[in-house]
């Protein structure tokens, strides 16, 4: 059974940029920008700034890139709320005069004492209600001292909060746990409470989809609502998102920065397909699923109501699938800045294009990350290979045994006029048998003398693009290094 979606659908992703992007952000994001999508409605971004003392240098430019990466482009906004305050002080003053809400005069040192003393009494930190009842008098007295006051709701003191969330169905709250929550602050600004619930109103927001860690704000946003008499939306509270140890995501788990990603080399089509994941679900088999195909299946429906685990060796398999997937011109385009910035400097700048896209299919079977690219493709770019001499014998040849063959093959391959991969198998592969080794020792060896490593691209291909005269010279160089140990 499909949730029926009457209303138009409008949701929005409500960020406060107060740091850079994460994950999870993001993850909601992609659900509301799934959300809209599917049902044809629209998607908006709203800035949350009103904390104006932890708002981070950067983070709204930083939100809007991530997005754009993404490809979650927004319908509407970015609406900042920094630009909306005669709004909210309009709607706090109607909260007022309706007696839902009161002026608090409270010093920040008496909500401190009140605060030590409800922990020494195990009591939940809860404001006391002082500036509730005040006599005119007191209220008078208070406005002449120049203390700016806050503006608190006037939570019902009993009875309970109930809504029905889209993932988990009924939610209670007895009203007695929640707090008379500040809605305007003593600097003007609104607090989160009020002007998350006078915008999502303000907006016509159909449906919040948010973070988990929201749901014990909810409660308070329907008290508002009531209040107010404005119809709440639907509300949708998305899993939290783990680390492999269950421990809440965090830099430990090298869940850094959404831009990071980028930096790292993740392509914004794996990243999607990787983080649709992380609570929603096809039908908990299909891992590889497409833009369309997300928009087309996404439903709150298979949203789960568990943790999502992050996986980072996931993301990166998922990371290697969509390199492979790209045209190998596509990659060779998207290697290539990484390619600059991280080849070694010996390596004389720019890189030639023709021999970059030439090289990089045998790059493109094995990289997970476009970052991976240079440390696996240097030695194709390097005149003087560094390595440890002792990997030519690492394969269990002796030093004779190895100048033997490598001079045999020299002398094979100088006379070589088709230098390519098959030409290249057919005379190696009987000069295996002829030295009477096995191709894993012999191949090994002519690997570690061509590349420098033990490791790398299949050989045959690898010395095809390296060409004849670096093969030889590296092959060489080889010899000498291994007649250097023997004296
Ligand atoms: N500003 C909140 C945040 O940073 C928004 C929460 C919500 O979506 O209501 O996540």
Redesign the pocket.
Known sequence: MEFVVEAKVRVRF???PTGYPHLGNIRTALFNWLFARHHGGKFILRI?DTDVARKVEGAVEMIQDSLSWLGLGWDEGPYFQSQRLPIYHEVANRLLKENHAYLCYCSPERLETMRQEQMKRHQPPKYDGHCRNLTQQEKARLEASGVNPVVRFKTPAAGETTFHDLIRGAVTFRNDILNDFVLLKSDGYPT?HLA?VIDDHSMDISH?L??DE?LSSTPQHMLLYQALNWQPPQFAHLPMILGPDRAKLSKRHGATNIADYHLQGYLPTAMMNFLALLGWSLDDRTELLSQEELIKHFSLERVGKTAAIFNKDKLEWMNGVYLRKLSPEEFAKLATPFLSRDLPSLVKRPLDENYIRQIMPLIQERAKTLAEVPQLADFLFLDDLQYDTGLLLSGGLDSAQAINSIEATVQKLELVQDWDASSLESILRPLATELNLSTRKFFGLLRVATTGRTAAPPLFQTMAVLGKDKCLNRLRGALQRISLIKS
Do not use: C, G, H, K
Request: net charge neutral; glycine share 0%; charged share 20%.
């Open positions: 409500a960020p406060s949350e989160y998350n919040v948010r973070a929201w």
